[in-house]
Protein backbone atom coordinates (compact mmCIF):
# COMPACT_ATOMS: atom_id res chain seq x y z
CA UNK A 1 0.00 0.00 0.00
CA UNK A 2 0.74 3.53 -0.65
CA UNK A 3 1.98 5.96 1.91
CA UNK A 4 -1.32 7.61 2.97
CA UNK A 5 -2.05 11.23 1.53
CA UNK A 6 -3.20 13.39 4.83
CA UNK A 7 -5.94 15.47 4.04
CA UNK A 8 -7.00 17.17 7.23
CA UNK A 9 -5.03 17.29 10.35
CA UNK A 10 -5.55 17.95 14.08
CA UNK A 11 -2.35 18.53 16.68
CA UNK A 12 -2.88 19.32 20.07
CA UNK A 13 -6.91 20.22 19.51
CA UNK A 14 -8.34 21.45 23.12
CA UNK A 15 -11.70 22.66 23.83
CA UNK A 16 -13.31 24.02 26.79
CA UNK A 17 -16.70 25.20 27.91
CA UNK A 18 -16.13 27.34 31.18
CA UNK A 19 -14.28 25.21 33.65
CA UNK A 20 -15.09 22.18 31.79
CA UNK A 21 -12.27 20.48 29.01
CA UNK A 22 -14.40 18.68 26.56
CA UNK A 23 -11.58 17.79 24.46
CA UNK A 24 -8.18 17.86 25.03
CA UNK A 25 -5.35 17.90 23.28
CA UNK A 26 -6.39 15.80 20.30
CA UNK A 27 -4.10 14.53 17.33
CA UNK A 28 -5.93 13.37 14.35
CA UNK A 29 -5.25 12.64 10.87
CA UNK A 30 -7.58 12.07 7.56
CA UNK A 31 -6.34 10.28 4.77
CA UNK A 32 -7.32 10.46 1.14
CA UNK A 33 -9.00 7.74 0.23
CA UNK A 34 -9.87 6.13 3.94
CA UNK A 35 -12.38 5.88 5.98
CA UNK A 36 -11.87 6.84 9.67
CA UNK A 37 -14.03 5.85 12.51
CA UNK A 38 -14.20 8.47 15.31
CA UNK A 39 -15.71 5.95 18.36
CA UNK A 40 -16.33 6.43 21.97
CA UNK A 41 -18.72 6.15 24.90
CA UNK A 42 -21.35 8.84 25.31
CA UNK A 43 -20.09 12.19 26.00
CA UNK A 44 -16.60 11.47 24.47
CA UNK A 45 -16.57 14.39 22.89
CA UNK A 46 -16.80 13.12 19.44
CA UNK A 47 -19.43 15.90 18.11
CA UNK A 48 -17.21 18.37 19.77
CA UNK A 49 -14.40 16.97 17.54
CA UNK A 50 -16.63 17.04 14.51
CA UNK A 51 -17.86 20.85 15.42
CA UNK A 52 -14.20 21.67 15.54
CA UNK A 53 -12.86 20.82 12.57
CA UNK A 54 -16.05 21.79 10.72
CA UNK A 55 -15.40 25.03 12.87
CA UNK A 56 -18.96 25.74 14.00
CA UNK A 57 -16.48 25.56 17.27
CA UNK A 58 -13.06 27.82 17.47
CA UNK A 59 -10.85 25.42 19.30
CA UNK A 60 -9.66 26.33 22.89
CA UNK A 61 -6.17 24.82 21.96
CA UNK A 62 -4.46 23.55 19.16
CA UNK A 63 -4.37 23.79 15.20
CA UNK A 64 -6.42 22.26 12.34
CA UNK A 65 -5.10 21.84 8.83
CA UNK A 66 -6.73 21.05 5.80
CA UNK A 67 -5.29 20.35 2.73
CA UNK A 68 -2.05 22.22 3.63
CA UNK A 69 -3.92 25.26 4.67
CA UNK A 70 -4.23 25.97 8.52
CA UNK A 71 -7.98 26.29 9.10
CA UNK A 72 -7.78 27.23 12.90
CA UNK A 73 -9.34 30.36 12.14
CA UNK A 74 -11.44 30.32 9.44
CA UNK A 75 -15.15 30.25 9.17
CA UNK A 76 -17.60 27.47 8.28
CA UNK A 77 -18.62 28.34 5.22
CA UNK A 78 -15.09 29.00 3.93
CA UNK A 79 -14.01 25.22 4.96
CA UNK A 80 -17.30 23.97 3.49
CA UNK A 81 -16.37 25.63 -0.06
CA UNK A 82 -12.33 24.46 0.43
CA UNK A 83 -14.35 20.97 0.60
CA UNK A 84 -14.85 19.99 4.30
CA UNK A 85 -18.18 18.88 3.99
CA UNK A 86 -20.17 17.45 7.02
CA UNK A 87 -23.29 15.22 5.83
CA UNK A 88 -26.07 17.70 8.13
CA UNK A 89 -24.79 20.83 6.46
CA UNK A 90 -27.02 20.51 3.79
CA UNK A 91 -28.80 17.33 4.80
CA UNK A 92 -32.20 19.62 3.95
CA UNK A 93 -33.96 16.66 1.65
CA UNK A 94 -36.70 18.16 0.46
CA UNK A 95 -39.82 15.87 0.75
CA UNK A 96 -41.45 17.02 -2.14
CA UNK A 97 -39.05 17.38 -4.70
CA UNK A 98 -37.75 14.28 -6.92
CA UNK A 99 -34.43 12.41 -6.15
CA UNK A 100 -33.68 14.30 -9.25
CA UNK A 101 -34.36 17.54 -8.89
CA UNK A 102 -32.84 17.43 -4.82
CA UNK A 103 -29.81 16.31 -6.34
CA UNK A 104 -30.07 18.94 -9.24
CA UNK A 105 -30.92 21.68 -6.46
CA UNK A 106 -27.78 20.48 -4.24
CA UNK A 107 -25.37 20.92 -7.70
CA UNK A 108 -26.63 24.29 -8.14
CA UNK A 109 -25.15 24.97 -4.54
CA UNK A 110 -21.73 26.12 -4.54
CA UNK A 111 -20.97 25.58 -0.94
CA UNK A 112 -24.39 23.95 0.52
CA UNK A 113 -24.49 27.14 2.76
CA UNK A 114 -25.53 29.88 0.68
CA UNK A 115 -27.65 30.11 -2.71
CA UNK A 116 -26.55 33.82 -3.91
CA UNK A 117 -24.32 32.17 -6.76
CA UNK A 118 -26.26 29.87 -9.10
CA UNK A 119 -24.90 28.93 -11.73
CA UNK A 120 -26.48 29.80 -15.01
CA UNK A 121 -29.14 27.87 -16.95
CA UNK A 122 -26.66 27.27 -20.31
CA UNK A 123 -24.97 24.60 -17.73
CA UNK A 124 -28.45 22.85 -16.78
CA UNK A 125 -27.22 19.59 -19.45
CA UNK A 126 -23.97 19.31 -18.00
CA UNK A 127 -26.03 19.73 -14.46
CA UNK A 128 -28.41 16.37 -15.60
CA UNK A 129 -25.46 14.43 -16.71
CA UNK A 130 -23.87 15.07 -13.12
CA UNK A 131 -26.84 14.85 -10.99
CA UNK A 132 -27.59 11.26 -12.95
CA UNK A 133 -23.73 10.49 -12.46
CA UNK A 134 -24.23 10.90 -8.67
CA UNK A 135 -27.24 9.21 -8.38
CA UNK A 136 -25.85 6.06 -10.08
CA UNK A 137 -22.79 6.38 -8.02
CA UNK A 138 -25.09 6.13 -4.47
CA UNK A 139 -27.24 3.48 -6.52
CA UNK A 140 -30.61 5.30 -6.65
CA UNK A 141 -30.88 5.14 -10.61
CA UNK A 142 -34.32 3.59 -10.55
CA UNK A 143 -35.96 5.66 -7.63
CA UNK A 144 -34.51 8.84 -9.40
CA UNK A 145 -38.29 10.20 -11.07
CA UNK A 146 -39.59 9.04 -7.23
CA UNK A 147 -40.45 11.70 -4.54
CA UNK A 148 -38.01 12.27 -1.72
CA UNK A 149 -40.75 11.58 0.67
CA UNK A 150 -41.95 7.98 -0.99
CA UNK A 151 -38.29 6.70 -0.15
CA UNK A 152 -37.66 4.30 2.45
CA UNK A 153 -35.71 5.76 5.69
CA UNK A 154 -32.25 4.08 4.22
CA UNK A 155 -32.78 5.67 0.61
CA UNK A 156 -33.61 9.40 2.35
CA UNK A 157 -30.54 8.82 3.91
CA UNK A 158 -28.64 8.14 0.80
CA UNK A 159 -30.07 10.96 -0.81
CA UNK A 160 -28.72 12.96 1.93
CA UNK A 161 -25.06 11.80 1.57
CA UNK A 162 -25.73 12.39 -2.95
CA UNK A 163 -26.66 15.69 -2.07
CA UNK A 164 -23.64 15.99 0.00
CA UNK A 165 -21.15 14.37 -2.64
CA UNK A 166 -22.80 17.23 -4.67
CA UNK A 167 -20.28 19.67 -2.93
CA UNK A 168 -17.68 17.60 -4.16
CA UNK A 169 -15.93 17.19 -0.89
CA UNK A 170 -12.13 15.97 -0.44
CA UNK A 171 -13.31 15.22 3.23
CA UNK A 172 -16.54 14.29 4.09
CA UNK A 173 -17.62 14.02 7.78
CA UNK A 174 -20.87 11.74 8.54
CA UNK A 175 -22.37 11.61 11.51
CA UNK A 176 -23.83 8.13 12.84
CA UNK A 177 -24.90 7.63 9.03
CA UNK A 178 -26.43 4.59 9.77
CA UNK A 179 -28.19 5.99 12.80
CA UNK A 180 -32.15 4.26 12.94
CA UNK A 181 -31.48 1.94 9.87
CA UNK A 182 -32.15 -2.12 9.27
CA UNK A 183 -29.74 -4.30 8.99
CA UNK A 184 -30.53 -3.99 4.60
CA UNK A 185 -30.34 -0.57 4.26
CA UNK A 186 -27.03 -0.58 6.65
CA UNK A 187 -25.31 -2.95 4.28
CA UNK A 188 -26.17 -0.28 1.39
CA UNK A 189 -24.80 2.58 2.91
CA UNK A 190 -21.75 0.72 3.91
CA UNK A 191 -21.05 -0.24 0.45
CA UNK A 192 -21.87 3.22 -0.52
CA UNK A 193 -19.21 4.90 2.02
CA UNK A 194 -16.69 2.35 0.66
CA UNK A 195 -17.20 3.61 -2.88
CA UNK A 196 -17.15 7.74 -2.33
CA UNK A 197 -14.46 6.94 -0.05
CA UNK A 198 -12.49 5.64 -3.15
CA UNK A 199 -11.69 9.37 -3.97
CA UNK A 200 -11.63 11.35 -1.07
CA UNK A 201 -11.28 10.75 2.91
CA UNK A 202 -14.27 9.57 5.15
CA UNK A 203 -14.49 11.04 8.93
CA UNK A 204 -17.38 9.19 10.65
CA UNK A 205 -18.59 9.07 14.04
CA UNK A 206 -19.96 5.36 14.40
CA UNK A 207 -21.78 3.76 17.40
CA UNK A 208 -22.49 -0.08 15.26
CA UNK A 209 -19.14 -1.42 15.72
CA UNK A 210 -19.45 -3.88 13.50
CA UNK A 211 -19.80 -1.54 10.70
CA UNK A 212 -16.66 -0.11 11.77
CA UNK A 213 -15.27 -3.33 11.88
CA UNK A 214 -16.24 -3.82 8.14
CA UNK A 215 -15.75 -0.34 6.26
CA UNK A 216 -12.93 1.58 8.23
CA UNK A 217 -9.57 1.31 7.66
CA UNK A 218 -8.42 3.32 10.72
CA UNK A 219 -10.64 4.10 14.19
CA UNK A 220 -9.96 6.58 16.83
CA UNK A 221 -11.29 5.90 19.98
CA UNK A 222 -12.16 9.07 22.53
CA UNK A 223 -12.95 8.73 26.18
CA UNK A 224 -13.47 11.48 28.71
CA UNK A 225 -12.40 14.19 25.60
CA UNK A 226 -8.88 12.46 25.29
CA UNK A 227 -7.70 9.76 22.59
CA UNK A 228 -7.62 6.39 24.62
CA UNK A 229 -6.24 3.98 21.58
CA UNK A 230 -5.93 4.43 17.99
CA UNK A 231 -5.38 1.91 14.84
CA UNK A 232 -6.86 -0.73 12.67
CA UNK A 233 -10.24 -1.87 14.25
CA UNK A 234 -8.51 -5.23 14.93
CA UNK A 235 -6.17 -3.87 17.43
CA UNK A 236 -8.21 -0.95 18.91
CA UNK A 237 -10.45 -3.79 19.69
CA UNK A 238 -8.25 -5.60 21.75
CA UNK A 239 -6.87 -3.34 23.46
CA UNK A 240 -8.06 -3.57 27.25
CA UNK A 241 -8.30 -0.15 27.82
CA UNK A 242 -10.99 -0.09 25.33
CA UNK A 243 -12.72 -2.96 26.61
CA UNK A 244 -12.42 -1.49 29.94
CA UNK A 245 -14.14 1.75 28.14
CA UNK A 246 -17.21 0.03 26.68
CA UNK A 247 -17.57 -2.47 29.73
CA UNK A 248 -18.55 1.25 31.59
CA UNK A 249 -15.77 -0.15 33.81
P1 LIG B 1 -20.15 12.68 22.26
O1 LIG B 1 -20.53 13.23 20.93
O2 LIG B 1 -18.96 11.79 22.22
O3 LIG B 1 -21.30 12.01 22.96
P2 LIG B 1 -19.95 15.48 23.01
O4 LIG B 1 -18.89 16.04 22.16
O5 LIG B 1 -21.37 15.75 22.63
O6 LIG B 1 -19.72 13.91 23.20
O7 LIG B 1 -19.78 16.01 24.49
C1 LIG B 1 -18.54 15.91 25.20
C2 LIG B 1 -18.69 16.61 26.54
O8 LIG B 1 -18.73 18.02 26.35
C3 LIG B 1 -19.97 16.22 27.28
O9 LIG B 1 -19.67 16.12 28.66
C4 LIG B 1 -20.88 17.39 27.01
O10 LIG B 1 -21.80 17.57 28.07
C5 LIG B 1 -19.91 18.56 26.92
N1 LIG B 1 -20.38 19.64 26.04
C6 LIG B 1 -20.62 19.56 24.71
N2 LIG B 1 -21.01 20.74 24.22
C7 LIG B 1 -21.03 21.61 25.27
C8 LIG B 1 -21.36 23.01 25.41
N3 LIG B 1 -21.73 23.75 24.36
N4 LIG B 1 -21.26 23.54 26.65
C9 LIG B 1 -20.89 22.79 27.71
N5 LIG B 1 -20.55 21.49 27.65
C10 LIG B 1 -20.63 20.90 26.44
Not at 14 to 25: H, I, L, Q
Not at 34 to 52: E, M, Y
Not at 69 to 97: C, E, K, N, Y
Not at 208 to 235: F, P, S
Request: some cysteine; charged content about 20%; glycine content about 8%.
Amino acid sequence: RKEPRTVLSARGLSMSFGAFSAVRNVDLDVHHARVHALIGPNGAGKTTVFNLLTKFLTPTGGTITFMGTDITRLPPDRVARMGLVRSFQISAVFPHLTVLDNVRVALQRPNGLATQFWRPLSALDSLNERADRLIAAVGLSEARNAMAADLSYGRKRVLEIATTLALDPKVLLLDEPMAGMGGEDVAVVAGIIRNVARDRAVLMVEHNLKVVADICDHVTVLQRGEILAEGDYRTVSEDPRVRAAYMGT
